[in-house]
C-alpha cells in the first residue's frame, strides 16, 4: 500500500512519499516442495525467494515443473498456522507480453489454491478455483484474498479429467515465479498492521485478518466475537436449549445444560429430562414443603 502525505511548515511545502506494508509476506524463504521438478535451478524454493526480476520459467528464479505431467502441484511451509488475508502469484510469462497470445496463459488456467494444516491439500479449504478465465483474461500476477488460517499453502492444477476447454493446455505444469502470501505473522492478531487482539474466546485463538471475527468459538461462547450465550441456550456455539422443565424454566448452565434452581414439580435429573408419576404422598409432601415456613 502506498501513500503520500503533504506537510506544510513555516512556508514550506514538503511532499514525502511513504511505503507501508500492510501484511507481511509470510513464505519469503520459507521451506517449498513441488511434485516435479525440472532442472535444479528450476526448484520449489525458487518462487519464494524474493526474485522475479526474470519471468522466464528456465531464467533461475521462477520454479518449474517437469514435462509431460498431468497434475502440478506445489506448497509453502509457514512454519506455523498463520492467519492468511491474501496472496499475490507471479507467473512466468517467458519475458513477453502477457496475453492471449502469450501460451503460458494456457499453462495457468483451471488453477486451484489450498490453505491446510497438514501437507494434504485435502485435509485444508479451498480458497480459491479458476474456473472462469480464458487466456484473455486471466491476470498476472493474480492477487487472491483468502482469509483463512492455515500452515501450508498449495498451489494445485491438472488435466486429470478431460475434455477441458480448448484454450487448456493439454498438460499440467508449475511455471511459479513467485508466491506471496500476505498476513499477520503473530496467531492472535488482526487489522492492517496486525496490533488488533482477537476476541479472548476464539476457538485456538484465531480470527479473521480483516475484521476480527472468530473461526470459531470456544465450548461456551457464540457469534462472530465468541460472547456468551444468549439466555435459554448452552453448549458448544449455543445451539442447544435449556429445558423448559427446570425450577426456572429455561435456565441453565451454559456449559453443562443443567438446571439452575432444580426442577419443576414431577421433574427430576441434572437437566430435569426425567419424568415421574405423582402419587397422593408426592402432592402431600410438596404441599407440606410449601407451606414450611
Not at 153 to 173: L, Q
Not at 189 to 214: R, T
Amino acid at each position: 500500500m502506498t501513500g503520500m502525505v503533504l506537510l506544510v511548515c513555516c512556508g514550506w511545502t514538503v511532499l514525502l512519499c511513504l511505503s507501508v506494508q500492510a501484511y507481511e509476506n509470510l513464505a519469503l524463504h520459507k521451506p517449498a516442495w513441488q511434485n516435479s521438478t525440472y532442472r535444479s535451478y528450476t526448484g520449489a524454493e525458487r518462487a519464494v525467494d524474493g526474485q522475479y526480476s526474470n519471468l522466464h520459467s528456465r531464467g533461475g528464479q521462477c520454479a518449474a515443473s517437469d514435462l509431460v505431467q498431468t497434475t502440478a502441484e506445489w506448497r509453502v511451509d509457514l512454519g506455523a498456522v498463520r492467519s492468511i488475508h491474501h496472496i499475490v502469484i507471479q507467473y512466468a510469462t517467458g519475458n513477453i507480453v502477457w496475453g492471449e497470445n502469450n501460451l503460458r496463459t494456457s499453462t495457468f488456467l483451471g488453477f486451484s489454491v489450498y490453505i491446510s494444516n497438514t501437507t494434504n491439500k485435502e485435509d485444508g479449504v479451498l480458497c480459491f478455483r479458476d474456473i472462469n478465465y480464458t487466456r484473455a483474461t486471466i491476470p498476472n500476477p493474480v492477487n487472491i484474498s483468502c482469509p483463512y488460517h492455515g500452515r501450508y499453502v498449495i498451489y494445485y492444477n491438472d488435466r486429470t479429467h478431460p475434455p477441458y476447454p480448448e484454450w487448456y493446455s493439454k498438460y499440467a505444469w508449475i511455471e511459479l515465479c513467485e508466491v506471496e502470501v500476505y498476513g499477520c505473522p503473530s496467531p492472535g492478531y488482526y487489522g492492517e498492521n496486525c496490533s488488533l487482539e482477537c476476541p479472548q474466546n476464539c476457538q485456538d485463538g484465531y480470527c479473521d485478518a480483516v475484521e476480527g471475527n472468530c473461526f470459531g468459538c470456544t465450548h461456551r461462547y457464540i457469534g462472530p466475537n465468541c460472547r456468551d450465550c444468549p439466555e435459554r441456550l448452552y453448549g458448544r456455539n449455543c445451539l442447544q436449549h435449556c429445558s423448559m422443565t427446570c425450577g426456572d424454566p429455561g435456565k441453565c448452565d451454559i456449559m453443562t445444560g443443567h438446571c439452575n434452581g432444580g426442577c419443576q414439580v414431577g421433574w427430576t435429573g441434572s437437566m430435569c429430562e426425567k419424568g415421574y408419576h405423582l402419587t397422593i404422598n408426592d402432592i402431600h409432601e410438596n404441599v407440606h414443603v410449601l407451606k414450611t415456613p
